[in-house]
T-cell receptor
Framework: KAGVTQTPRYLIKTRGQQVTLSCSPISGHRSVSWYQQTPGQGLQFLFEYFSETQRNKGNFPGRFSGRQFSNSRSEMNVSTLELGDSALYLC????????????????FGPGTRLLVL | AQSVTQPDIHITVSEGASLELRCNYSYGATPYLFWYVQSPGQGLQLLLKYFSGDTLVQGIKGFEAEFKRSQSSFNLRKPSVHWSDAAEYFCAVGETGRRALTFGSGTRLQVQP
């Protein structure tokens, strides 16, 4: 099975712009989660989508949003970019069969590295 | 709220030496515990996980971890480290009813020849 794929792998934007990142989960996986990784804050949970609905959300401002499509692919969007949004954005997928439980293994993609200038 | 502490930011070991990476968690119920490894410029790869049962868990690449409820710990071990093990290691906790992992700050492992 192919793993989680993320596009693009690298992105450079300027402050004030918006950006859309894409994630394709492992085939058959129905849950997609997004994480932000920075040197200062480490790995932080952004949000999780299951059946095209946001099920869980981390502590991030409303500039961060996402969506999931009927084929389980997901996108996340960051509007009005700030310098502090520079990070590695990781997408993870899981089967989505255990009623939302944290015991499901999440499989991570390689990430999209976003640089905001 | 749950939290994970990895007290060691950076560890250096010699190739062939044993390794133990520490992880302490704070969570009110039975935790779901994970260890992930991240090589430079890569995503996270799952090494092992603990949900219940046997407190000694075997993972990939010769790693194992032991869950100790009394110490709220889930330390990762390997008897003999290889140069290819140099990477950053993350401990994480998952919670009941929520597909959202809380990660520790990571431990960077350097392996000396």
């Amino acid at each position: 099975k192919a793993g989680v794929t993320q596009t693009p792998r690298y992105l450079i934007k300027t402050r004030g712009q918006q950006v859309t990142l894409s994630c394709s989960p492992i085939s058959g996986h129905r849950s997609v989660s997004w994480y932000q990784q920075t040197p200062g804050q480490g790995l932080q949970f952004l949000f999780e989508y299951f059946s095209e609905t946001q099920r869980n959300k981390g502590n991030f401002p409303g500039r961060f949003s996402g969506r999931q499509f009927s084929n389980s692919r997901s996108e996340m969007n960051v509007s009005t970019l700030e310098l502090g949004d520079s990070a590695l954005y990781l997408c993870a997928s899981s089967q989505g069969t255990s009623g939302g439980s944290g015991l499901e293994t999440q499989y991570f993609g390689p990430g999209t590295r976003l640089l905001v200038l | 709220a749950q939290s994970v502490t990895q007290p060691d930011i950076h560890i250096t070991v010699s190739e062939g030496a044993s390794l133990e990476l520490r992880c302490n968690y704070s969570y009110g119920a039975t935790p779901y515990l994970f260890w992930y490894v991240q090589s430079p410029g890569q995503g996270l790869q799952l090494l092992l996980k603990y949900f219940s049962g046997d407190t000694l868990v075997q993972g990939i690449k010769g790693f194992e971890a032991e869950f100790k409820r009394s110490q709220s710990s889930f330390n990762l071990r390997k008897p003999s480290v290889h140069w290819s093990d140099a990477a950053e290691y993350f401990c994480a906790v998952g919670e009941t009813g929520r597909r959202a992992l809380t990660f520790g700050s990571g431990t960077r492992l350097q392996v000396q020849p």
